[in-house]
């Protein structure tokens, strides 16, 4: 496929214009940051450890009529996706208390919620993407109802596909982000991706932490819990085609 010209480059991925009109090249970048920026470094093998977790997840989900914008991998840490009108709403699904919800709550890291817990978060690095609900996303016209309780649905789907299929890895699925677009049919999709950068997984005998946490917190051992992540998932997935 003929890359054409970068569009964007954000904290953790490049876009290209690949010269069609239906997809997008991205190029997951080993770059990471953390509270809003203002913590930066390197994760060696970030980018292809996160364009394969991404894209073994966004082929299982799709096998469950999930709808992402995943096309195919190609190189070492590209992934061509369907082009999207990205909704500026991150969607934020939480089954344990950790990190700014266990702070804001005042409760103890690890505390299991009696239910999940779903939060809207507008998506603006300049505001520091506020926590928003529903009004605030039709006052500001950043979605419409229909469609923010569509991404609320497929949230509350792909946290119950993917819980199962990571305690078959001896994985806990703590919290997780998700970005939705639309497609040229005005349909919600799933979009960005879904990683150990998105998502927080601790193993689920020892409570240890295989995510971005590592870096945030200064915990050492990063690449190896990515690696860790991708290892299990791998496993687990042929296990699951076989």
């Not at 969607?91 to 919800?101: F, I």
């Not at 970005?179 to 998502?199: H, Y």
């Not at 409570?207 to 051992?221: A, M, N, S």
Request: aromatic fraction near 8%; proline fraction near 3%.
């Amino acid at each position: 496929m003929p890359v054409k010209e970068k569009l964007y480059e954000g904290k953790a991925k490049i876009i290209f214009d690949t010269g069609r009109s239906d997809a997008y090249l991205v190029e997951y970048k080993d770059d990471a940051t953390a509270f809003n920026a203002q913590k930066r470094g390197t994760i060696g093998d970030k980018g292809p450890v996160n364009r394969d977790v991404s894209a073994m997840l966004f082929r299982y989900l799709e096998e469950r009529g999930i709808p992402t914008h995943y096309v195919e991998s190609v190189g070492e840490r590209e992934m061509v996706v369907r082009r999207l009108r990205m909704i500026p709403v991150e969607v934020v699904v939480r089954n344990v208390a950790a990190g700014s919800l266990a702070k804001r709550l005042g409760l103890e890291e690890g505390t299991v919620l009696r239910r999940p817990v779903l939060e809207f978060y507008y998506k603006d690095d300049d505001l520091g993407d506020p926590m928003i609900n529903e009004y605030h996303i039709q006052a500001l016209e950043l979605a419409t109802l229909e469609q923010v309780r569509e991404m609320a649905d497929l949230a509350w789907r792909v946290n119950e596909e993917l819980s199962a299929l990571l305690e078959k890895a001896g994985l806990r699925l703590i919290d997780f982000k998700l970005e939705f677009g639309l497609d040229e049919a005005g349909r919600v999709v799933l979009g960005d991706e879904i990683s150990p950068d998105t998502c927080r997984f601790w193993d689920a005998r020892t409570g240890e932490k295989l995510d971005k946490d590592r870096f945030r917190r200064d915990l050492g051992g990063v690449e190896e819990a990515y690696q860790e992540v991708l290892r299990r998932l791998r496993e687990v997935l042929h296990d699951v085609a076989g």
